[in-house]
């Protein structure tokens, strides 16, 4: 059974009790995406301190991976500058897109700690979107929640 | 891991009508293996159904020995083309109990409403009087369901936006059926038409036509069925149906994707203008004007997909031999049986009516504590082809106030192994996810 590479224990902690779960304020954006193939939703806010990503926010339904996906990214994000984020999240979009290469998941095991969990995940086309719709959101509030705060400066 | 299920008592396997072994081996692809040599059980005909090897062959011997574009050119493999075309279209005219001057070869289903709905607005701006008849505009109504699958719901709210009609549509009761309690305020004299699906492709639902297409010809509306999931799965016979428009798609009917058909009363797809123009839909062509063909072919602009529909024609042909009320007899089985098995897990909750009672084989379900993707994963995992999501009807999930749900849908090939295949791949999914029977609170 391939089905233990795709749902890691981690992957199935972090949907049994998401970290950082449920909306809250202060928020300079909020943002709601869906994936439109099967519906799945989150709302997400991004709260800033400068450049510093002091809050992450959110509500959604979907599938364990997309779940589990947002929790682990809520830590991983946490204090980091939105640029640094932003870094983070193309590592896990380079995971995505290993299609299961566990070269590519070790070098990124140190930057990625509980999401490269998600490497599995990655030999399943149709799941990959599932794990990356909360970094797009998250991708998305933060542009806004930084042309916001530049607008009030 | 303990398994506190008994057997439910209604659940019995009654002699299928169909021989499913003698009936596999002629698919091809169910004959290969997925998930490191795990047999296929493919219960996604809903989506799209396998080819037998006569629709493969009808293809393969129309390009090796035959291709050429018909209705145009004088060689003989053009007279060759042009006759095979035409046989095809009597041959599935036939099927659904229609003469061959009433049957349009689209896309698809998608296109084939898509066709109507632009014809009815083409209809306003036409020049040729005779092409007004049906004109849909501002103070008219379309009446869709809640249950429609969104190819039957988007072309006509887009009508609506176009024009200025208003979209009205018949709700949904708590089983799973049309609530036709408003069906003669929501059906008025302002209705221009009604478009339903004579089987719900998520709920499984078969759609009680006969006081629809009743209330609206007391109006004067005209009526047409979305047969995407009824033509394949059980006898459609267009004289009974009573409607004006009957579409469906050959790929969910054992037939190749890239065509579909529009069946049109020919008086009224006669007072329609073209939705697509181009060759081979025109009369005469000049600078400053053309004029088009009567139909079929004033709908049926640009060189056909000749080898599919000669494809579906012997696709028709592979149901007519094994008889369509030998096929829904046998869907009806599996069904009944499916959801008894189905039902007797806790925890899994059907979206639809629960019995077989005017209902085809499309058997949505909800399964506590895991979401319909994960179920999915895990049966595929074990080689189990079925459909998560939304399945192209958004506003029944949300009817039902569900995410999404786990689909299975049955055809000629698929037997009581399937089933049991399903339940089994049901409980390892609340196994893997720790929402066994014996764990649900």
């Known amino acids: 059974m391939q089905l233990q590479s795709m749902y890691q224990d981690i992957i199935l902690d972090h949907y049994r009790n998401p970290h950082g779960r449920g909306l809250r304020d202060p928020f300079e954006a909020e943002v709601h995406h869906v994936n439109p193939t099967c519906g799945d939703e989150v709302t997400l806010r991004v709260h800033l301190e400068g450049e510093t990503i002091a809050d992450v926010s959110y509500e959604g339904m979907g599938c364990s991976i997309s779940q589990a996906s947002v929790s682990a990214m809520y830590d991983l994000v946490i204090g980091k500058s939105v640029t640094e984020a932003m870094h983070t999240g193309e590592q896990f979009m380079t995971l995505m897109q290993s299609k299961g290469n566990a070269t590519v998941a070790e070098e990124l095991e140190d930057d990625l700690e509980d999401a490269v969990a998600f490497a599995g995940v990655s030999k399943y086309p149709a799941r990959v979107k599932c794990a990356l719709m909360s970094w797009m959101a998250l991708k998305d509030a933060s542009a806004r929640a930084l042309s916001t705060t530049n607008e009030a400066n | 891991m303990t398994e506190t299920v008994s057997r439910p008592v209604g659940a019995r396997q009654v002699p299928l009508p169909l021989d499913v072994e003698a009936i596999r081996a002629d698919f091809p692809i169910l004959s290969r293996t997925v998930r490191d040599g795990k047999r296929l059980v493919y219960l996604d005909s809903g989506a799209t159904s396998q080819k037998p090897t006569s629709v493969l062959d009808a293809e393969r011997w129309f390009y090796e020995n035959v291709n050429a574009a018909p209705h145009r050119g004088a060689h003989q493999l053009a007279e060759e083309a042009t006759a095979a075309y035409e046989a095809a279209r009597t041959t599935i005219g036939a099927f659904i109990g229609a003469p061959e001057n009433e049957v349009v070869f689209t896309r698809n289903s998608t296109e084939a409403i898509n066709l109507v709905a632009y014809a009815l607005s083409n209809a306003a701006t036409a020049k040729e009087p005779e092409f007004r008849r049906y004109a849909v505009g501002q103070g008219d109504e379309i009446v869709v369901t809640e249950m429609e699958h969104h190819a039957n719901l988007l072309p006509w709210q887009q009508l609506c936006e176009r024009t200025g009609a208003t979209l009205r549509w018949l709700g949904l009761t708590d089983d799973g059926r049309l609530d036709l309690s408003d069906l003669a305020t929501v059906v008025n004299e302002r209705t221009k038409l009604v478009a339903v699906t004579q089987q719900s492709n998520i709920l499984g639902t078969i759609n009680p036509l006969g006081d629809i297409v009743a209330r609206a010809r007391e109006v004067g509306a005209l009526v047409l069925v979305d047969g995407a999931q009824s033509v394949p799965h059980q006898r459609v016979d267009v004289t009974e149906l009573g409607a004006d428009f009957l579409v469906f798609s050959g790929h969910k009917m054992l037939g190749p994707t890239g065509v579909g058909v529009l069946w049109g009363r020919y008086d009224v797809l006669d007072a329609l203008p073209p939705f697509l123009t181009g060759g081979s839909m025109i009369e005469v062509v000049r600078m400053e004007g053309s004029t088009f063909m009567p139909p079929p072919q004033r709908f049926e602009a640009g060189v056909p997909m ?136």
């Open chain 2, 306 to 441: 000749t080898a599919q529909v000669i494809g579906l024609a012997a696709a028709a042909e592979y149901l007519q031999r094994l008889g369509m009320d030998a096929v829904q007899a046998h869907e009806e089985a599996l069904t009944e049986y499916a959801l008894a098995e189905l039902q007797a897990i806790p925890g899994v909750t059907v979206i639809g009516p629960p019995d077989t009672v005017a209902r085809g084989g499309a058997i949505s379900f909800t399964v506590e504590g895991v979401h319909p993707h994960d179920v999915g994963q895990v049966l595929d995992d074990l080689g189990i082809a079925v459909r998560v999501g939304h399945h192209c009807a958004w506003p029944v999930v949300r009817r039902y106030g569900v995410p999404a749900t786990t689909r299975a849908t049955f055809y000629v090939h698929t037997g009581y192994d399937d089933v049991d295949a399903l339940v089994e791949g049901v409980r390892e999914a609340q196994r893997f996810f720790g929402v066994a029977p014996s764990e649900v609170k």
